[in-house]
């Protein structure tokens, strides 16, 4: 299978999530299941937008101030006639009938006598205090109810990530819940019976350097849990059903998982066990391999009760090429994430593969990529000093190509 078909494959394998109702500080990171609605218009009054005075009648003045009105009092039960002022703060709304707010700082205040020290305007006239007729400038410094939005307005649609600023918006227009798509949950499953889990490698040991890496890639899921099996097919098919939890204690088990994803195994060596154990448990292949460099060996596929196995070669780049080309773009739907318009850059330097998608970690100058190199399917030391991976199609000749990183679509602003 070609990388984009299997990209697009895993982004269709699956539907979003049933919605839940979330409290707003719980929400963040979250997609929307529904657009977020204005419940009120913004403003709700004409409001001020300075502390000054509300003024009706033409500037200068003189006006006379016949109130005051803070953030917070109601609308004033008022309506101000030619010739009338108001105090005003801001964010307080202003009485029926204002022109607009003077700023405290241009104002002249002897009693209830008002005067604005505009500078004049008026052709060859400098001077502040002159008998020029101020232009009216009827709505200056005044907020017009609904002049934001209006209540029924959407505001953000459907599939938007909760970001902090989506947050604010959200109680700014009323809301104290917002329906999101669940988060999907994943249980890990490291295989090897070479694998050590702490000090250092040394010959036919190496570090496990999957697990470590992999909390962090989750975009928008849960980790429920990692657990290490043996290279044996009746260990990984107990995983794969039951997961028992051994690092941290058992909590929960993989049953309640949405995903399982596999590390290892995926070859055809002895103790390479993945595709005959899901053979073994009935489930569906939706990707068995892709035409990709490193990552060959990844693979898709759905459990008889609907769980979804990731299987991620076990050369640890590899691995990470998987996760980018399969693992996140099924968490995002699950998640109920709009896909996010591709980001591209130009990339020369690379040598691309006659038949296979490169996937090449680069770091980014401008409209630029450059490889940063060290790109071997065992090392994750490029991976580690890249911005990116650049997905370099089979014969590539130079020119832009798309981008994918761990934050694609992560958002939050
Ligand atoms: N005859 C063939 N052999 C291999 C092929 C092939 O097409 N024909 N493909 C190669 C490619 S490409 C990859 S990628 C690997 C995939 O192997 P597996 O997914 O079966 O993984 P293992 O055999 O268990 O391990 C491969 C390699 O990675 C190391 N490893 C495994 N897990 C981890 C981990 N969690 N952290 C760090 N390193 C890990 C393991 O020690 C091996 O060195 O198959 C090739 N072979
Ligand atoms: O594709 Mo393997 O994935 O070269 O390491």
Same mark, same amino acid.
Not at 3 to 19: D, G, H, I
């Given at each position: 299978?070609?990388?984009?078909?299997?990209?697009?494959?895993?982004?269709e394998?699956?539907?979003?999530?049933?919605?839940?109702e979330?409290?707003?500080?719980?929400?963040?990171?979250?997609?929307?299941a529904?657009?977020?609605?204005a419940l009120?218009?913004?403003?709700?009054?004409?409001?001020s937008?300075?502390?000054?005075?509300?003024?009706?009648?033409?500037?200068p003045?003189?006006?006379?101030?016949?109130?005051?009105?803070?953030?917070?009092?109601?609308?004033?039960?008022?309506?101000?006639?030619s010739?009338?002022?108001?105090?005003v703060?801001?964010?307080?709304?202003?009485p029926?009938?204002?022109?607009?707010?003077?700023?405290?700082?241009?104002c002249?205040?002897?009693?209830?006598?008002?005067?604005e020290?505009?500078?004049?305007?008026?052709?060859g006239?400098?001077?502040?205090?002159?008998?020029?007729?101020?232009?009216?400038?009827?709505?200056?410094?005044?907020r017009?109810?609904?002049? +934001?939005? #209006? @209540?029924?307005?959407?505001?953000?649609?459907?599939?938007?990530a $909760? !970001? %902090?600023?989506? &947050?604010?918006l *959200?109680a700014?227009?009323?809301?104290?819940?917002?329906?999101?798509?669940?988060?999907?949950?994943?249980?890990?499953?490291?295989?090897?019976?070479?694998?050590?889990?702490?000090?250092?490698?040394?010959?036919?040991?190496?570090r496990?350097?999957?697990?470590p890496m992999?909390?962090?890639l989750?975009?928008?899921?849960?980790?429920?849990g990692?657990?290490?099996?043996r290279? +044996?097919? #009746? @260990?990984?098919?107990?995983?794969?059903?039951?997961?028992?939890? $051994? !690092? %941290?204690?058992? &909590?929960?088990? *993989?049953?309640?998982?949405?995903v399982?994803?596999?590390?290892?195994?995926?070859?055809?060596?002895?103790?390479?066990?993945?595709?005959?154990?899901?053979?073994d448990?009935?489930?569906?292949?939706?990707?068995?391999g892709?035409?990709c460099?490193?990552?060959?060996?990844?693979?898709l596929?759905?459990?008889?009760?609907?769980?979804?196995?990731?299987?991620?070669?076990?050369?640890p780049?590899? @691995?990470?090429?998987?996760?980018?080309?399969l693992?996140?773009?099924?968490?995002?739907?699950?998640?109920?994430? *709009?896909p996010?318009?591709?980001?591209?850059?130009?990339l020369?330097?690379?040598?691309?593969?006659?038949?296979?998608?490169?996937?090449?970690?680069?770091?980014?100058?401008?409209?630029?990529?450059?490889?940063?190199?060290?790109?071997?399917?065992?090392?994750?030391?490029?991976a580690a000093?890249?911005d990116?991976?650049?997905?370099?199609?089979?014969g590539?000749?130079?020119?832009?190509?798309?981008?994918?990183?761990?934050?694609?679509?992560?958002?939050?602003?």
């Amino acid at each position: 299978m070609t990388w984009p078909l299997a990209r697009r494959t895993a982004r269709e394998a699956v539907k979003p999530l049933e919605a839940v109702e979330l409290a707003l500080p719980d929400a963040v990171g979250f997609a929307l299941a529904s657009g977020v609605r204005a419940l009120a218009d913004q403003p709700t009054c004409d409001t001020s937008a300075m502390d000054g005075y509300a003024v009706a009648g033409p500037g200068p003045g003189p006006w006379t101030v016949a109130g005051r009105v803070a953030a917070g009092d109601p609308v004033p039960d008022t309506t101000l006639q030619s010739g009338e002022a108001f105090g005003v703060a801001t964010g307080a709304p202003v009485p029926a009938g204002s022109d607009l707010v003077i700023p405290v700082e241009r104002c002249t205040v002897e009693g209830s006598r008002l005067v604005e020290q505009a500078q004049c305007q008026h052709s060859g006239c400098r001077h502040s205090g002159c008998q020029h007729p101020v232009p009216a400038q009827v709505g200056k410094n005044i907020r017009r109810r609904g002049e +934001d939005w #209006s @209540a029924g307005d959407e505001l953000v649609p459907a599939g938007s990530a $909760v !970001s %902090p600023a989506v &947050l604010g918006l *959200a109680a700014g227009a009323g809301h104290d819940t917002l329906l999101v798509h669940r988060r999907p949950r994943v249980a890990v499953i490291v295989t090897g019976d070479e694998l050590l889990h702490a000090g250092p490698p040394r010959p036919g040991r190496v570090r496990d350097a999957i697990g470590p890496m992999l909390p962090g890639l989750l975009m928008g899921a849960d980790l429920i849990g990692t657990n290490h099996v043996r290279d +044996d097919p #009746s @260990a990984l098919g107990d995983a794969l059903t039951t997961h028992r939890r $051994v !690092s %941290p204690p058992a &909590l929960t088990s *993989a049953t309640q998982a949405d995903v399982l994803v596999t590390c290892g195994a995926t070859s055809v060596g002895p103790a390479d066990h993945l595709r005959r154990v899901l053979h073994d448990l009935d489930a569906e292949i939706l990707v068995s391999g892709v035409a990709c460099r490193p990552g060959h060996p990844m693979l898709l596929a759905t459990l008889p009760d609907g769980r979804c196995v990731v299987g991620l070669p076990g050369n640890p780049f590899a @691995a990470f090429a998987a996760v980018l080309t399969l693992l996140q773009p099924l968490l995002s739907t699950l998640g109920g994430h *709009a896909p996010h318009p591709p980001i591209t850059a130009r990339l020369t330097q690379v040598e691309a593969h006659p038949r296979d998608t490169r996937l090449v970690p680069v770091t980014r100058r401008g409209d630029n990529a450059m490889p940063v190199g060290h790109d071997r399917p065992g090392s994750l030391w490029g991976a580690a000093l890249a911005d990116a991976l650049a997905v370099v199609p089979p014969g590539h000749q130079g020119g832009e190509v798309e981008l994918i990183s761990a934050q694609a679509g992560q958002v939050p602003v």
